[in-house]
């Protein structure tokens, strides 16, 4: 055969053959808007969740955990409603995972509260013995570092002027602060008193979790 | 052949250097494994936010995939290059560059995954500055490998070449497409995509830089140093063609098939389905070709040491091969994903395939390039049972595993209730990771094993100048 003594018109035919089922299904897929439809009642993260969501994937919980229920009985009956793309609009990179060494976490939001997080986050063994999940103490000891805060929701297109970003940070920090903060008593045993006036990581992470799969449940009702 | 004619000229540094580099991060790469796998059954060696699981997991799928795996395809890749053309390296001092810059690489690479420096793109991991790097990296290598063949001395180009060519092109388009991201920091990034694009993108990549890098190179070296250590052509020049071109066709189609039953677009997952049940003829095609190339001379199972591990290498592959497109299929991917079966999959090759043909593939050419005899024949036979033996154990133990999980993810009562609840199915694995452990340990001694007999190797005098 010819082209087995041409090396570049190889490369270039080799190049030719890989690209045919790249860009059917995937380039194309990327300019048809029902690939990743949104929707009007899911909201983009706030910036304390968007801060969550960096630690989640900076500690790689995306390697024990899903995000994403499949229309399964058994796993609506574990988890909840099954995923929908429109859920997915603002997650940039997409977190649904390959493998579930922990449980998926597509509905979590709402389903503890975040007390339970804290408690949780800082010792998964005290309250299931025999969990294999590492402990994440240490980031209630860790000041949340909300430098490029207002950068990365502008980055990400979220819409939020630096106003807007300083107030949901504020807020957030006032709620979690206050004094008639229902998780405040297991916010205050994994804090250290110095950063107690403060947000933590783990304040940014329990935030994030609990806005799992919150949006759904307006998207479905109002169908 | 090309045996005869006189090695001067040809620049075996580099094959040398990235020989080395390989077994050094597979060293690596496998102690974290092991790290990592008993943090699966005891949490304690979680000890620091640097040692907990989510960081080292990326630490060792990289370790392995890009330290072990591209340092033995770049340490065959020269040598292959270099043969197959009867060319010396055009740029050898790129081609030393590339070797310290692709170390100083990895290096960098596992620091940063280690401080939680991680786009979460399974096999994508680094972050931008680190990609821009793998970039030039790869460039380096492509220089060297374009620069090669367009001066070769030697008119046809071999079947491995083939490969070769097709696996620096299409790691380039994946790893550059995968990777596009808008920086934060110099630490920080987010990708170009989002949702379902993102994952589909992700998947295209995750699922072709196996195809490019743990299937394509490997069977370079298959396709090249079978025939070497046996003395016997190839079966059927027309078969690797048609093998090589519907390999590489179907391949970028099938990504999809680790998305089953996600909201990526239903479509989307159905031709990857179609195409990954295609993709059980171009592998087999190899398969059978390398069978048949031992036809009438199945002897050198028992006589020749390195036989054993390319067939065994290849038998793995036509394994795999066959059992990824199944459970790619909706109903038994429904009951398999997220499991640990996969798990055992990925391992089957990566151990089975991948570490034996490499392992062979340095057998025949470190005492070549020394011209010395292998250290010790009989430590290799260790090695290859030790490896056998481990891999085994463990890939069969995650099967075991992640059928019982999968079982009980949909396990209901009678009243249709969950008959279990999430922890019951983790904790029900404890014995079988702790199985697991213990077969990983056996592997790792198996390729401590194979690193000292490369190192005495490279230690004896020349016996004799080459005929």
């Known amino acids: 055969m010819g082209i087995n003594s041409k090396p570049v018109v190889f490369a270039v035919l080799s190049a030719a053959v890989i690209l045919v089922g790249t860009v059917v299904t995937v380039f194309v897929p990327l300019f048809l808007p029902s690939t990743q439809p949104v929707s009007p009642y899911v909201k983009p993260y706030t910036a304390i969740e968007l801060e969550g969501r960096d630690i989640y994937m900076r500690e790689g919980c995306n390697n024990c955990h899903t995000q994403t229920v499949r229309p399964l009985r058994t796993e609506v009956l574990r988890y909840g409603e099954y995923s929908k793309p429109e859920e997915f609009a603002y997650d940039r990179p997409f977190l649904w995972g390959s493998r579930r060494t922990g449980p998926d976490l597509a509905r979590v939001g709402g389903k503890y509260p975040d007390s339970w997080h804290y408690s949780h986050m800082e010792s998964p063994q005290r309250l299931f013995p025999k969990s294999n999940m590492p402990p994440y103490g240490w980031m209630a000891k860790n000041r949340l570092d909300i430098s490029n805060s207002f950068r990365k929701t502008s980055i990400l297109n979220y819409g939020y002027s630096e106003t807007d970003v300083k107030n949901q940070i504020d807020e957030y920090r006032a709620k979690v602060t206050s004094d008639s903060y229902p998780s405040k008593e297991s916010r205050d045993k994994v804090t250290p008193p110095e950063l107690q006036k403060d947000l933590t990581e783990m304040d940014a992470m329990v935030a994030y979790l609990q806005k799992l799969g919150r949006d759904v449940k307006n998207m479905e009702a109002l169908k | ?178 990777n596009l991201e808008i920086p934060v920091t110099l630490f920080k990034s987010y990708s170009v995509y989002a949702g379902a694009n993102d994952a589909n993108v992700e998947w295209w990549y995750g699922h072709n830089i196996v195809g490019f890098i743990f299937t394509v190179p490997v069977l370079a070296m298959f396709y090249y140093f079978l025939p070497k250590a046996t003395g016997l052509p190839i079966y059927s020049h027309r078969l690797s063609i048609v093998s090589f071109w519907a390999l590489i066709f179907a391949y970028l189609w099938t990504g999809a098939h680790h998305l089953m039953l996600t909201p990526l677009p239903e479509w989307i997952q159905t031709v990857a389905i179609a195409f990954s049940i295609f993709l059980i003829a171009p592998s087999w095609g190899s398969v059978v070709n390398g069978y048949y190339t031992l036809q009438g001379n199945w002897d050198q199972m028992r006589t020749n040491y390195l036989v054993k591990f390319f067939i065994v290498g290849i038998t793995f592959y036509g394994l795999q091969t066959f059992q990824g497109p199944t459970q790619g299929l909706r109903t038994l991917n429904a009951f398999f994903h997220y499991t640990d079966w996969v798990v055992g999959h990925v391992h089957m090759g990566t151990m089975g395939w991948v570490a034996m043909t490499i392992s062979a593939s340095f057998y025949y050419m470190i005492p070549k390039i020394y011209r010395t005899d292998l250290y010790s024949i009989k430590l290799a036979n260790v090695h290859f049972w030790l490896i056998l033996v481990g891999q085994l154990t463990w890939t069969v133990t995650m099967w075991i595993g992640g059928i019982q999980q999968g079982a009980m993810w949909k396990a209901t009562n009678p009243d249709g209730s969950l008959m279990y609840n999430f922890l019951d199915s983790v904790t029900s694995l404890y014995p079988y990771y702790k199985l697991r452990f213990v077969a990983g340990v056996i592997y790792f001694i198996g390729i401590l094993v194979f690193a000292w007999n490369i190192f005495m190797t490279t230690r004896q005098q020349p016996v004799e100048a080459e005929a």
């Open chain 2, 1 to 178: 052949m090309e045996e005869s004619m006189s090695e001067a000229g040809y620049d075996y540094k580099v094959v040398r250097g990235f020989t080395y580099s390989a077994l050094f991060w597979l060293v690596i790469g496998l102690v974290v494994g092991l790290w990592i796998a008993f943090e699966m059954f005891n949490p304690a060696l979680n000890l620091t936010p640097w040692l907990s699981f989510g960081r080292l997991r990326v630490v060792h799928t990289n370790g392995l995939g890009l330290g072990f795996g591209l340092a033995g395809i770049f340490a065959t890749a020269y040598y292959m290059l270099q043969r197959l053309t009867r060319t010396p390296l055009p740029f050898p001092g790129l081609a030393k560059a590339h070797l310290y810059l692709f170390n100083a690489a990895i290096a960098l690479a596992a620091v940063s995954l280690f401080a939680g420096m991680n786009t979460t793109k399974e096999y994508a991991e680094l972050e931008w500055p680190l990609d821009i790097g793998v970039v030039i990296l790869w460039v380096m290598f492509a220089v060297n490998v374009f620069a090669i063949l367009i001066k070769r001395q030697e008119k046809q180009m071999y079947i491995s070449l083939w490969y070769i060519i097709a696996m620096t092109v299409t790691i380039a388009v994946l790893y550059i497409v995968n």
